[in-house]
T-cell receptor
Framework: GAVVSQHPSWVICKSGTSVKIECRSLDFQATTMFWYRQFPKQSLMLMAT?????????EQGVEKDKFLINHASLTLSTLTVTSAHPEDSSFYICSASRQGPGLAGGPLSSYEQYFGPGTRLTVT | GQQVMQIPQYQHVQEGEDFTTYCNSS?????IQWYKQRPGGHPVFLIQ???SGEVKKQKRLTFQFGEAKKNSSLHITATQTTDVGTYFCAGYSNYQLIWGAGTKLIIKP
């Protein structure tokens, strides 16, 4: 269980065009989905967190008008890179987590994230 | 801001040698998670530690969470070629998951 798919797996687009990436949780309902960007040989960089039915929370330095996130249902989130430029070329990974009771009786809870396979975006 | 420092960045080992990666947080963590990313793949969840001083084992992997819940380590005994990849820690604090930079495990030919 806990499979996350991502589509497309790779995409090449021309500068100035927009690209939409889909992230789906296939066998569970994802309360929260995350979008990451990863440059070669570097760590994951969290771009934004989205909860179903509400606006995404963007990390500092991430342009919300450029990276549009929609979390329309408990199984689907989309990231649209608008007016893409070559510097947007990167590996984009989504992950999904599901809600449940807190661990160790604490008020805070976090759950393992299930990652999609990633989307390689190349902007020419 | 909150940070999780992970060291070393790379570790080259001979097959059969041990491997350890360390994470240190600037703040107290509610819990810490560990992920493995194979070359060309996506991160895969390994484990979550919650309790102060917790130690968990998965076969040859040993995970520890410090008493102060600010540091953690992953130790692999007798590495194998299947262990190759980058190991990330991610600490949860103030409703945020903060990622370490990862440690790349390289097996010497």
């Amino acid at each position: 269980g806990a499979v996350v798919s991502q589509h497309p797996s790779w995409v090449i687009c021309k500068s100035g065009t927009s690209v939409k990436i889909e992230c789906r949780s296939l066998d569970f309902q994802a309360t929260t989905m995350f979008w990451y960007r990863q440059f070669p040989k570097q760590s994951l960089m969290l771009m934004a967190t989205s909860n179903e039915g509400s606006k995404a929370t963007y990390e500092q330095g991430v342009e919300k008008d450029k990276f549009l996130i929609n979390h329309a249902s408990l199984t689907l989130s989309t990231l649209t890179v608008t007016s893409a430029h070559p510097e947007d070329s990167s590996f984009y990974i989504c992950s999904a987590s599901r809600q449940g009771p807190g661990l160790a009786g604490g008020p805070l809870s976090s759950y393992e994230q299930y990652f999609g396979p990633g989307t390689r975006l190349t902007v020419t | 801001g909150q940070q999780v420092m992970q060291i070393p960045q790379y570790q080259h080992v001979q097959e059969g040698e041990d491997f350890t990666t360390y994470c240190n947080s600037s703040t107290t963590l509610s819990n810490i998670q560990w992920y493995k990313q194979r070359p060309g793949g996506h991160p895969v969840f390994l484990i979550q530690l919650v309790k102060s001083g917790e130690v968990k084992k998965q076969k040859r992997l040993t995970f520890q969470f410090g008493e102060a819940k600010k540091n953690s380590s992953l130790h692999i005994t007798a590495t194998q070629t299947t262990d190759v990849g980058t190991y990330f820690c991610a600490g949860y604090s103030n409703y945020q998951l903060i990622w370490g930079a990862g440690t790349k495990l390289i097996i010497k030919p």
